[in-house]
């Protein structure tokens, strides 16, 4: 079965802007997490959505936010761009919350310019 | 609050060597241990997990981790590298099932060479 799909692979904004990612899990999973990596923080737990439900939020500002569809889809947008918001940006999905069977993605790759 | 440290950014190794890859926590309370690896422009994939019961973990692709606590570590180990082992490897810990409080180490590269 297809896997966990984000898009778009790569994405290069400028500082102020706004960025929208998207993420389709693999199908019957309706658990979608996000992370963030980078080199100097590493991996860092963004949020986690279960049935169009935020479950839990890391520590991130509230540029930093998410939604899930009914389809269990998510998407994860980033309001006010700065220089440190490059990074690696990587959902995972699982069928249910805290199985710890997660699914990533390849990820989103943004670079703010 | 939970933490891993992994010991060496860079480990290499030659194709058919022991791997051995590092990893010590901190917590206060029983941990649920994790090993991931990330292929070049890739997501991480489960190598395996420790929550409870036996503490020899097998995972894919030949790895395993022991999980001990008078140590506080879960180092990652396969007899035999193969080229095909060469990725990051992520040690994670967390105290409960949800994952906002998975907490993942620096990461360590490994290189092998033919």
């Known amino acids: 079965k297809a896997g966990v799909t984000q898009t778009p692979r790569y994405l290069i904004k400028t500082r102020g802007q706004q960025v929208t990612l998207s993420c389709s899990p693999i199908s019957g999973h309706r658990s979608v997490s996000w992370y963030q990596q980078t080199p100097g923080q590493g991996l860092q737990f963004l949020f986690e959505?279960?049935?169009?439900?935020?479950?839990n939020k890391g520590n991130f500002p509230g540029r930093f936010s998410g939604r899930q569809f009914s389809n269990s889809r998510s998407e994860m947008n980033v309001s006010t761009l700065e220089l440190g918001d490059s990074a690696l940006y990587l959902c995972?999905?699982?069928?249910?919350?805290?199985?710890?069977?997660?699914?990533f993605g390849s990820g989103t790759r943004l670079t703010v310019v | 609050a939970q933490s891993v440290t992994q010991l060496g950014s860079h480990v290499s190794v030659s194709e058919g060597a022991l791997v051995l890859l590092r990893c010590n926590y901190s917590?206060?309370?029983?941990?649920?241990l994790f090993w991931y690896v990330q292929y070049p422009n890739q997501g991480l994939q489960l190598l395996l997990k420790?929550?409870?019961?036996?503490?020899l973990v097998k995972g894919i692709n030949g790895f395993e981790a022991e999980f001990k606590k008078s140590e506080t570590s879960f180092h990652l180990t396969k007899p035999s590298a193969h080229m095909s082992d060469a990725a990051e490897y992520f040690c994670?810990?967390?105290?409960?099932?949800?994952?906002?409080?998975?907490?993942f180490g620096a990461g360590t590269r490994l290189t092998v060479k033919p």
């Open positions: 994670a810990v967390s105290v409960s099932n949800s994952n906002n409080d998975m907490r």
């Open positions: 420790y929550t409870t019961g036996a503490t």
């Open positions: 995972a999905s699982s069928s249910q919350v805290g199985s710890f069977s997660y699914t």
């Open positions: 959505y279960f049935s169009e439900t935020q479950r």
């Open positions: 917590s206060s309370v029983p941990p649920y």
